[in-house]
């Protein structure tokens, strides 16, 4: 069984930065395409990043492009999102989503596996 753990949200001014991590237990990683996504209250779970498997390939949301990184350690069983230049508009309830596929999704209906999310809010 797939297990997904988020950590490192929390509270930031606009302009700071946050890292967020999910760890994954239950299964060979290195299996999985990992992606990150958000919802605010009264909103759809939006797409804000990917990864394959391997790492070799990600995937940005353009609201986020050029201010967050998604990154793995597959040694680590732990995908990352770096986030910086943090904005209000960036606050939400973060989660990691995972599918037993080479290549990450946009869509949230193409992962099986969540975690249970970690809340971001951005102070201006």
């Known amino acids: 069984q797939v297990v997904l753990v988020e950590s490192g949200g929390g509270l930031a001014q606009a302009g700071g930065s946050l890292r967020l991590s999910c760890a994954a237990s239950g299964v060979t990683f290195s299996n999985l395409a990992m992606a990150w996504f958000r919802q605010a209250p009264g909103k759809e779970r939006d797409f804000v990043a990917g990864?394959?498997?391997?790492?070799?390939?990600?995937n940005y949301a353009d609201s986020v492009k050029g201010r967050f990184t998604i990154s793995r350690d597959n040694a680590k069983n732990t995908v990352y999102l770096q986030m910086n230049s943090l904005k209000p508009d960036d606050t939400a309830l973060y989660f990691c989503?995972?599918?037993?596929?080479?290549?990450?999704?946009?869509?949230?209906?193409?992962?099986?596996?969540w975690g249970q999310g970690t809340q971001v809010t951005v102070s201006s």
């Open positions: 989503g995972a599918r037993f596929y080479v290549s990450q999704a946009r869509a949230a209906s193409q992962y099986p596996y």
């Open positions: 990864i394959n498997r391997s790492g070799g390939t990600t």
